[in-house]
């Protein structure tokens, strides 16, 4: 039976991918490692948390001995990693807390995943997923490919852009079989209300301002998570050692042409007035270093491995707001913890 290492495995992504790994592949054992930060709950998993083929390990990926005894300890045979700080505006405030996580905890799997595969890399794989952040800001037209220069601006992006090289460095150096994704952004189930989208849901269906920075002309380029989850399914197991693979969903919208459309599916199901959640729409302080636009070009993976995202926008968004609207004790046990100090820090002076 394979040993399979999914890191991060109980925060937004990385709870779809373990939830898509566990059903899909019966002959493996996942083990999911997450230090249980704000961002990851367990509670996105209690669907095959009783599964014979699946096991939580509590660790953390910045304790270098921990981390080292766990590979020794289960052995694993390929890791699929997402740990990670993930929140630009957190990156923004506390940028080290996102140098030792995304950059020293990643150095720290390499390593130990490298200890025990040295004698034999055969059958191992290492894939480390990031983001589209690495390669900058695109101007009105473009998009990021395989071989766009890295031009990271925030801590976070640039935290990401240096994993990707440790990764890169590492396959160069000691022939690591690693491979690489860079994905856009993503929305679905799950997500944790400081992002975008489940912050606005929550806004709205509380009634409270939806705060857009700047004037809400930055561009992004949507993926419904679990279209996310099946192209790491398929480049975990088709991928080339050493190559990346653009992830992107073709769907750019500007953010406040996003919140009108969110606020219209919001009206329609909370049964409100026709214009009703679009009063809440208030323009607050940018983000510094606001990054444009980002949009993917997705063709290698689309031409090499065969993916196509699977669902539209429209239909994503709709269903998106219902799992929000029909998984109320998930968010209320979200916001009631220290959600609400972040709220405040991050809002209150905008
Ligand atoms: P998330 O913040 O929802 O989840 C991160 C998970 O990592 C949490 O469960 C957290 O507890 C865990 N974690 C954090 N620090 C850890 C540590 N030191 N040790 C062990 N576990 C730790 O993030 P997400 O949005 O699901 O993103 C997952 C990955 O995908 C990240 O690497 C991110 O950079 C990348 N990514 C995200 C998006 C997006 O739109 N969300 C897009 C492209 C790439
Ligand atoms: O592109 C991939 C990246 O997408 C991932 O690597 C990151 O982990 C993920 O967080 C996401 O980064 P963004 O900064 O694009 O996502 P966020 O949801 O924070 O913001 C989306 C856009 O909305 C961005 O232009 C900022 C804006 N925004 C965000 C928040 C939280 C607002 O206008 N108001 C807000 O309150």
Redesign the pocket.
Known sequence: MKKILI??G?????SHVVRLFVNNYPEYHIYN?????Y??NLENLTDIQDKSNYTFLK????DENAILELFKQYQFDGVVH??????VDRSISDPLAFIK?NIL?TVNLLNAARTIWKDNMEGKRFYH????EVYGSLGETGLFTETTAYDPRSPYSSS?ASSDHLVRAYFHTYGMPVVISN????YGPNQ?PE?LIPLAINNIKNNKPIPIYGKGENIRDWLYVIDHAIAIDLIFHKGENGETYNIGGNNEWTNIQLIHKLCEVMDDLLGREKGASEKLITFVKDRAGHDMRYAIDSSKLMNELGWEPSLQFEEGIVKTVKWYLANQAWMDNIISGDYEHYYKEQYQDR
């Open positions: 890191t991060g109980a925060g937004f992504i990385g490692l997450d230090v249980l930060t961002a990851g660790a953390d990926i910045t997402l740990a990670a700080e993930s929140h996580t905890g997923i990031s983001t589209d990401k994905c856009s952004n993503n944790f992002k």
